[in-house]
């Protein structure tokens, strides 16, 4: 009888670690949506634009690796306010929260800033970094979307 006490103790403290290890995405609440999205294959960023009741421009978004099979690193993004004449005539950046970010796997950022007046779009600059392996040549990856916050009202 006592054999039999640890044998559905030991049951329970393996589903316990079971449960413990399992997938860090348990949620059933559902993903945020976001009205924008840039991919390159793979990264992809995904983000909204608001304008703050002080003024300020917030570009609030997820860095997202839907599609490579190993960790993309150090996701950085700059945002460029852009003039008529295509002229830069602003700059803030902001980096991703995880300085790792594992395949299926988002990571949030947010740029706030004052913006310029002068600006006729607004425009991403972003970048990343994928490990050398015997299917990439790793490195550092750069890319760049336009008109990043089309529906932003002046």
Same mark, same amino acid.
């Given at each position: 009888?006592?054999?039999?006490?640890?044998?559905?103790?030991?049951?329970?403290?393996?589903?316990?670690?079971?449960?413990?290890?399992?997938?860090?995405?348990?949620?059933?609440?559902?993903?945020?949506?976001?009205?924008?999205?840039?991919?390159?294959?793979?990264?992809?960023?995904?983000?909204?634009?608001?304008? #703050?009741?002080?003024?300020?421009?917030?570009?609030?978004?997820?860095?997202?690796?839907?599609?490579?099979?190993?960790?993309?690193?150090?996701?950085?993004?700059?945002?460029?306010?852009?003039?008529?004449?295509?002229?830069?005539?602003?700059?803030?950046?902001?980096?991703?929260?995880?300085?790792?970010?594992?395949?299926?796997?988002?990571?949030?950022?947010?740029?706030?800033?004052?913006?310029?007046?002068?600006?006729?779009?607004?425009?991403?600059?972003?970048?990343?970094?994928?490990?050398?392996?015997?299917? #990439?040549?790793?490195?550092?990856?750069?890319?760049?979307?336009?008109?990043?916050?089309?529906?932003?009202?002046?």
């Amino acid at each position: 009888m006592r054999q039999r006490g640890y044998g559905v103790f030991g049951l329970v403290l393996l589903t316990m670690g079971l449960v413990a290890c399992g997938p860090a995405r348990m949620s059933t609440v559902p993903e945020r949506e976001f009205s924008y999205r840039a991919s390159d294959g793979t990264a992809e960023l995904l983000w909204d634009c608001t304008r #703050t009741a002080a003024g300020e421009v917030r570009i609030e978004g997820v860095a997202n690796n839907p599609f490579f099979p190993q960790p993309i690193k150090d996701v950085q993004v700059q945002v460029y306010g852009v003039g008529a004449n295509q002229a830069s005539v602003l700059r803030a950046s902001a980096t991703v929260r995880d300085v790792l970010i594992q395949p299926n796997a988002r990571s949030p950022f947010e740029v706030t800033f004052q913006p310029a007046g002068s600006e006729a779009q607004y425009d991403f600059a972003y970048a990343y970094r994928i490990e050398e392996s015997k299917h #990439t040549a790793g490195g550092e990856q750069r890319n760049f979307a336009r008109n990043v916050c089309p529906d932003l009202k002046r």
